[in-house]
């Protein structure tokens, strides 16, 4: 069993590091969502070009 202040060391030290794990997103609401907003754009955009490979691989491949 912990004694003295040992035990109060442990509970600062264990309190230090879930305030510093916390914190994840740094970004505010407007920022985020025009971050999300930007990726969402990059995977339509990586979406539409395998659509269209695969659309032109099966309409190409078939004689």
Do not use: H, P, V, Y
């Amino acid at each position: 069993m912990t004694r003295g202040n040992q035990r109060e060391k442990a509970r600062e030290k264990n309190m230090a590091k879930l305030a510093g794990s916390k914190s994840k997103n740094a970004l505010s609401g407007t920022e985020f969502a025009r971050a999300k907003e930007d990726t969402a754009a990059i995977m339509r955009a990586k979406q539409a070009a395998a659509d269209a490979k695969k659309a032109g691989e099966s309409s190409g491949g078939k004689k």
